[in-house]
């Protein structure tokens, strides 16, 4: 396993981590019982994964990882969980505060501190009052020792252009140590500004749902790709047919969902890319993909080319 730091945390960080939001939600979709997640998470570990990306409003998550995770040396792995603000000021979520958040997640992780905390989903609406109601609040969590990073996610539906993760890395960079977003095949377009802003920053990149949703959808992929040749996104006869994505597969390259974490790992400067499946062997198969290194230099070349200027909502 090839492991990065995650920007100026200084966390060194699996290359490969594990998400346990998504459709699957650590296997609760899934059936996956608790001798099942235990076994999953221990395979984790034993192929180097370290990094776990949980959040308070993915179902019981947190309280799974606190029980696959019992008995392993702490700072042997790095937990990254968050709290919806936007969701709570809307009445969503549980209402739950900031504060009530964090402590409940020690509680149910079984830890006395959470390495990186995420405010979930800021957009350019809600970013101020994220920084000038909330921020404090994660600071004082901070300087308790309960919180060890902060940092934000993109919301993707809402902003797929990046707006509010722009708003903060050009007006506040100072303040955030790590930004989750999504980057791949089909979502290029943090290559623009996002990813530079975070390199010049040294801000940490975790990135998330690179073959979720459009690119594991061939009916919607097919749609999207429709989309994007009538309004001039790609060229009008690029990516036709059923299988547009067929000539990634080549050398040692496997399939198309192994081109895909293989593209997404190597723009700089990603630290890790999370997958989310709750299958021990399809969790084997991505490790394997991103342990044979970058995309070749033809087929990443081209999907630039193709696809440099692409954004999605999903």
Do not use: C
Not at 19 to 39: C, H, I, N
Not at 66 to 76: C, F, I
Not at 192 to 198: C, D, G, N, R, S
Not at 248 to 277: C, H, I, K, N, W
């Amino acid at each position: 396993m090839e492991y990065r730091t995650l920007g100026r945390t200084g966390l060194k960080v699996s290359l490969l981590g594990y998400g346990t939001g998504g459709a699957r939600k650590f296997g609760a979709a899934t059936g996956l019982t608790a001798s099942d997640r235990l076994a999953f998470v221990r395979r984790a570990l034993d192929l180097g994964v370290n990094f776990f990306d949980t959040a308070g409003g993915y179902g019981d998550s947190e309280e799974y990882l606190g029980e696959t995770l019992a008995g392993v040396q702490r700072d042997s792995y790095v937990l990254e969980t968050k709290w919806n603000g936007g969701g709570w000021l809307e009445g969503g979520e549980t209402g739950v505060t900031l504060t009530d958040s964090v402590e409940r997640s020690l509680t149910r992780m079984r830890t006395d501190h959470v390495d990186v905390f995420m405010f979930h989903m800021i957009d350019e609406d809600l970013y101020e009052t994220h920084r000038d109601r909330f921020y404090p609040e994660a600071a004082r969590l901070k300087e308790q020792g309960k919180i060890g990073h902060i940092g934000f996610t993109q919301t993707i539906r809402r902003e797929p252009k990046f707006e509010g993760v722009i708003k903060a890395l050009t007006g506040d960079p100072e303040l955030w140590d790590v930004v989750m977003l999504k980057y791949g095949i089909m979502n290029q377009w943090a290559a623009k500004e996002v990813l530079p802003l975070a390199e010049k920053h040294d801000i940490g990149i975790v990135n998330m749902a690179v073959v979720r949703t459009t690119l594991s959808d061939p009916v919607a992929m097919r749609a999207r790709l429709d989309q994007w040749r009538a309004d001039g996104t790609i060229a009008s006869d690029a990516l036709m047919g059923d299988e547009p994505f067929d000539w990634l597969v080549e050398g040692d390259v496997g399939s198309v969902a192994e081109a895909a974490y293989r593209f997404a790992a190597q723009q700089e400067p990603m630290s890790t890319v999370l997958t989310g499946t709750s299958n021990i062997a399809h969790l084997e198969a991505n490790v394997a993909a991103l342990e044979r290194g970058p995309l070749p230099d033809p087929q990443a070349r081209k999907l630039v080319e193709l696809l440099g200027g692409s954004w999605s909502p999903d």
